[in-house]
């Protein structure tokens, strides 16, 4: 019987499952959404591209991290582990996106000043929780790159972060999406197509408190400069192959739509 596949990921996302889904859509990949903590969502992939395409488990997540959170105020954690390494990215908005990795015995290959940025980024406090990060770079032959990992989402409890049992590294991307399923408040979050993703992402505006500042010339600024970003960015990921940077130009010009279609509509309601 061959052994299972090792790759592994998990999409964190720092934000309710109610905010998530709608924006999860638009990466148009079958994911499975549960609660992870206060605050805190992950999305399970159900596919697993890095077996199929050219792209990397690792390069795969970061495109999708990066494509989440460029159009969301929100930041995005994606964790990946193989049979070689395991590590993680961080993006926010349109900030650079920060990662490290170790590999498979546990080796650091990654700069440490990543990780000052991972904690200034979430808002880790600089002492404490700094100090947690720095020991996950220093040598440790009983430390593989598993338990690296688990260490850092050790050091994300103290930030609101509580993973289902069975979420978590190591487990290969079968048994991840089988966990995922059995959640109480699992939910599937699949391409509904453009028009009904579009009006999900309109509903969860105006379900949220941030109606009031959608509108007007702040608002018709940031819609500009979603578009004028998303163009190039779809076309790189196009000329690229890269089905994340592709992804992430994409979300960019619907948020840019969907911008200046909210602010008018709530000018014609008169809001």
């Not at 900030?95 to 700069?111: D, F, H, Q, S």
């Not at 979430?122 to 020991?135: F, I, K, N, Y």
């Not at 590294?169 to 197509?193: C, I, M, N, S």
């Not at 979603?226 to 190039?232: D, E, I, N, S, T």
Request: neutral net charge; hydrophobic residues 45%.
């Amino acid at each position: 019987m061959p052994s299972p596949e090792p790759a592994g990921a998990l999409l964190l996302c720092r934000a309710e499952p109610a905010v998530v889904g709608p924006a999860a859509q638009l990466l148009r990949e079958r994911m499975v959404l549960a609660r992870a903590g206060r605050e805190w969502s992950v999305l399970v992939p159900e596919a697993k591209p890095w077996l199929t395409g050219e792209e990397s488990v690792e390069r795969v997540l970061g495109g999708w991290a990066g494509a989440l959170a460029v159009g969301a105020p929100w930041p995005v954690l994606a964790l990946w582990w193989d049979a070689d390494r395991g590590g993680f990215t961080l993006a926010s908005g349109f900030r650079r996106p920060v990662g490290y990795v170790w590999l498979a015995n546990g080796t650091p290959v990654g700069e440490h000043e990543a990780l000052r940025t991972f904690a200034a980024r979430l808002g880790l406090d600089p002492v404490h929780d700094m100090q947690s990060l720095e020991a996950l770079t220093a040598p440790d032959s009983e430390a593989d790159a598993r338990a690296r990992l688990r260490g850092l989402l050790a050091v994300l409890t103290r930030a609101g972060l509580t993973l289902p049992a069975g979420l978590g590294p190591g487990e290969p991307a079968d048994r991840l999406r089988e966990v995922a399923r059995v959640q109480p408040d699992a939910e599937q979050v699949d391409w509904p197509g453009w028009r009904d993703a579009v009006h999900a992402e309109l509903d969860v505006v105006e379900g949220s408190g941030i109606g009031p500042w959608v509108r007007g010339p702040r608002a018709r600024c940031v819609a500009a400069a979603h578009l004028a970003a998303g163009v190039p960015l779809a076309l790189y990921g196009l000329r690229r192959r890269s089905a994340g940077w592709a992804t992430a130009g994409a979300i960019l010009l619907v948020h840019g739509a969907l911008g200046f279609v909210y602010d008018r509509v709530r000018a014609a309601r008169g809001d």
